[in-house]
């Protein structure tokens, strides 16, 4: 869905300035930067449900273990950063 409607705002502003008549190149940067800087804006929850949705993609064949490991090693590089002395 977000990026529908990311294409979407992509696509309507390229098209409204290659239709005032501006270049191609000018139009397609400018749409890409308006694009963008819209979503980011205003589509924080649907820019958040697909990051959920990937990051339960990416995770779908791990098993608890591996989420344990994986805390353990963030706790050893956490304790350790704590240990280094400060210059």
């Known amino acids: 869905m977000f990026v529908m409607i990311r294409l979407g705002l992509f696509a309507g502003i390229l098209a409204i300035m290659l239709a005032l008549g501006f270049d191609p190149f000018f139009s397609a940067m400018i749409a890409a930067v308006v694009g963008l800087s819209l979503s980011l ?3 924080n929850n649907q820019r958040a449900a697909m990051s959920e949705a990937i990051e339960r993609w990416v995770n779908r064949k791990r098993t ?9 090693v ?14």
């Open 41 to 43: 804006l205003f589509f």
């Open 64 to 72: 608890k273990d591996e989420f344990a490991e994986d805390g353990d």
């Open 74 to 87: 963030a706790e050893d590089r956490d304790s350790s950063e704590d240990s280094k002395p400060n210059a």
